[in-house]
C-alpha cells in the first residue's frame, strides 16, 4: 500500500503553489523544453539564497525513462547532480561523454550547455540541487 501524506495545511498549500509555479517555469513535468522526451521533472524546494538574496536554491528530482533526455540546455548558475537509481550520461560541450550510476555524483557549471540521457535499460533517477539567479527561467533550451 502506498504512503499516506498528511492533510495539507497552508504551509503545504503555499509550497504546493510554488512547486506548481516551477513547474510551469520549466514547462511541466515529463518537458523540460522541447528537446526533452522520456524525462520527468518534480520541484521539491524553491527559496532564496539565505547569503544572496540575488540567487536561489532549488532542488529536484528528474525521472528518465530508458532513452529519456533532458534536451540540450543551460543553467543561469551551478548544478550538483547525484544519481540514485540507474545509469545517465552527462555530454557538455567541448567535453567527452561522462557517464554515472547509482551513489555517484556530478557537476554542471552555470552557463555550460550540457544534455543529459539514460543510457540504461531500466528507469534513472537524479536529485539535482541548482543555485541560480533569481528571477531568470531554470533551463535555457540551447539550439
Do not use: C
Not at 503553489?17 to 522541447?34: E, R, S, W
Not at 547569503?51 to 529519456?68: K, R
Not at 534536451?71 to 552527462?90: K, L, P, Q
Not at 567541448?94 to 557517464?99: A, D, I, V
Amino acid at each position: 500500500m502506498g504512503k499516506r501524506w498528511p492533510q495539507p495545511n497552508a504551509k503545504r498549500l503555499r509550497m504546493t503553489l510554488v512547486v506548481a509555479g516551477m513547474i510551469a517555469m520549466v514547462g511541466g513535468p515529463g518537458v523540460v523544453h522541447p528537446q526533452a522526451a522520456g524525462f520527468a521533472v518534480t520541484p521539491l524546494l524553491r527559496t532564496p539564497l539565505a547569503a544572496d538574496a540575488s540567487q536561489e536554491v532549488l532542488i529536484a528530482t528528474g525521472q528518465f525513462e530508458p532513452a529519456g533526455t533532458t534536451g540540450r540546455h543551460s543553467h543561469h548558475g551551478d548544478e550538483y547532480a547525484t544519481v540514485i537509481e540507474g545509469t545517465v550520461e552527462v555530454m557538455t560541450d567541448g567535453q567527452p561523454p561522462r557517464r554515472y550510476t547509482a551513489g555517484e555524483a556530478y557537476h554542471n557549471a552555470r552557463g555550460v550547455v550540457h544534455e543529459t540521457r539514460n543510457v540504461g535499460k531500466t528507469r534513472a533517477r537524479v536529485v539535482s540541487t541548482l543555485i541560480v539567479d533569481s528571477g531568470r527561467p531554470i533551463i535555457e533550451p540551447a539550439d
